[in-house]
């Protein structure tokens, strides 16, 4: 499987600047290994605001609902990468910075999952981004030579 990016923007690296995420420099990007199958690598909770009333009229027997637009959306990515290659302090640090910033408002996050459907490519822009809510990890294998991990962001923009 292709590895996948977690990336952030800032103002002087926005997509004029640096239209690849992969050319961004290397503090801003990390580099992981998605597990080989798309269905454990990625969780989804999506979420529109239906809102259901009952009528005033005594004895009715009507559900109303409307629809009043998109409500959430929560993505769960999992992946792993080699000890020592930087990334433990560089997820870490990802998960301490402020999330947005004057031009990324909706989130400076994004995701590049190659092997993934093409709406998981997530490039943060003026009109959408991605927040980091949180992640969790642990070392794994005989001597822990691999980190695996999961970060949980929320998507801002128009769905």
Same mark, same amino acid.
């Given at each position: 499987?292709?590895? %996948?990016? *977690? ?10 600047? #640096? ?6 420099? %290397? %503090?801003? +990007?990390?580099? @992981?290994t998605p597990p080989d199958d798309l269905a454990s690598g990625i969780d989804e909770s999506w979420d529109n605001n239906i809102v259901r009333k009952v009528p005033p009229k005594p004895g009715g027997r009507k559900l109303i609902q409307t629809d009043e637009g998109f409500k959430g959306w =929560? ?5 792993? @990468?080699?000890? $020592? !290659?930087?990334?433990?302090? +560089? *997820?870490?640090?990802?998960? +301490?910075? #402020? ?5 990324? #408002?909706?989130?400076?996050? $994004?995701?590049? /999952?190659?092997?993934?459907?093409? /709406?998981?490519? =997530?490039?943060?822009?003026?009109? &959408? $981004? *991605?927040? =980091?809510?949180?992640?969790? $990890? &642990?070392? =794994?294998?005989?001597? &822990?030579?691999? @980190?695996? @991990? !999961?970060?949980? #962001? ?6």
């Amino acid at each position: 499987m292709a590895n %996948a990016l *977690l990336f952030f923007r800032t103002p002087t690296t926005d997509q004029t600047a #640096v239209p690849d995420p992969n050319n961004l420099p %290397a %503090a801003q +990007k990390l580099l @992981f290994t998605p597990p080989d199958d798309l269905a454990s690598g990625i969780d989804e909770s999506w979420d529109n605001n239906i809102v259901r009333k009952v009528p005033p009229k005594p004895g009715g027997r009507k559900l109303i609902q409307t629809d009043e637009g998109f409500k959430g959306w =929560i993505l769960t990515l999992s992946g792993n @990468f080699i000890v $020592g !290659s930087s990334n433990e302090d +560089k *997820l870490f640090d990802f998960t +301490k910075l #402020v999330q947005s910033d004057d031009f990324h #408002v909706l989130g400076n996050f $994004g995701i590049l /999952y190659p092997n993934g459907p093409d /709406y998981l490519n =997530i490039d943060p822009d003026d009109t &959408k $981004g *991605l927040m =980091i809510m949180n992640r969790t $990890g &642990k070392h =794994i294998g005989i001597t &822990k030579e691999i @980190f695996d @991990f !999961s970060v949980t #962001v929320s998507f801002g923009g128009t769905a």
